[in-house]
């Protein structure tokens, strides 16, 4: 029989420079292991044409974003790149109360901000890209922002990537497939650490109780 032993949920935090590759590593773990919801962020930045209101992002103006900051409604905000972006707690706090692991795709700001609230259940991983000129060139490719956005966020790297060291892991996504896999193997180790399986407790004084005779 396999044993499954209860455990905590994961806070698994992806931060990288714009066009580093974090939106197709998520997507790729997702697709992977239904264990993992996204978190999905709020944020005052127009929508691309190829994102979904509630799925990509929720796109809110500028007032209902202070609104919600008054209400307490995250669990992080930050301003990128001018925009605003924040992480609402109520569905964070749900996936988490059920077992299941959160995925956040947020950066080093937001990053920060998580590790003094949730430092325990945190696992920070950076993606970094192969070169400048391969970030340049993934950026130009995804085509869903214009020239002068593509810029500004060059310009934005290498304050990015100068958080690495915040980070718990790091990849470098070079080919794609490698990255994923080495994302699930984050993943897998995560979650075998001894003080998230809350069930080892029970689990052990079991094992270790002689059967009456
Ligand atoms: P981010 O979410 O970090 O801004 P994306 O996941 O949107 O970055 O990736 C930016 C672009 O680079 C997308 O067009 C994506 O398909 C492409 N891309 C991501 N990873 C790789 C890779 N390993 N090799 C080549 N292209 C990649
Ligand atoms: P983009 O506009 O490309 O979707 O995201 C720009 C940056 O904002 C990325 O680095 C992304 O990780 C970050 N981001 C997205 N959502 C959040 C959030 O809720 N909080 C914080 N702090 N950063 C976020």
């Known amino acids: 029989m396999t044993q499954t032993i209860a455990r905590r949920g994961l806070m698994l935090v ?21 264990q993992i919801a996204m978190s ?18 929720f796109f809110v103006t500028p007032q209902r974003f ?8 995250f669990l992080e ?8 972006y924040g992480t609402p707690s109520a569905p964070v706090e749900k996936i988490l109360a059920r077992g299941r692991d959160v995925l956040f795709d947020i950066d080093w700001q937001g990053a920060q901000q998580l590790s ?12 970094l890209p192969p070169s400048r000129d391969e970030l340049e060139r993934r ?22 990537i100068s958080r690495w060291s915040e980070y718990d892991y790091v990849i470098l996504n070079d080919d794609v497939g ?13 979650r075998l650490n001894r003080q998230r399986q809350t069930g080892l407790v029970d689990f ?6 002689a059967k009456a005779p």
């Open 77 to 84: 905000h930050a301003s990128v790149f001018g925009n605003r």
């Open 139 to 160: 950026l130009r490719e995804r085509a869903e922002d214009s020239a002068e956005v593509v810029a500004r966020r060059m310009a934005e790297a290498s304050n990015e």
């Open 40 to 57: 999905v962020s709020a944020t005052t930045r127009a929508k691309r044409p190829n994102e979904v209101d509630g799925k990509d992002y």
């Open 204 to 209: 052990v004084r079991d094992l270790t109780q």
């Open 14 to 34: 992806l931060s990288s420079p714009s066009g580093a590759g974090k939106s197709t590593l998520s997507r790729r773990l997702l697709e992977s292991d239904p």
């Open 116 to 127: 003094q609230k949730a430092k325990d259940d945190l696992v920070r991983v950076f993606i």
């Open 178 to 190: 490698k990255a994923q896999e080495q994302l699930k193997a984050i993943v897998a180790a995560e």
């Open 66 to 73: 202070e609104e919600m900051v008054r209400d307490g409604a």
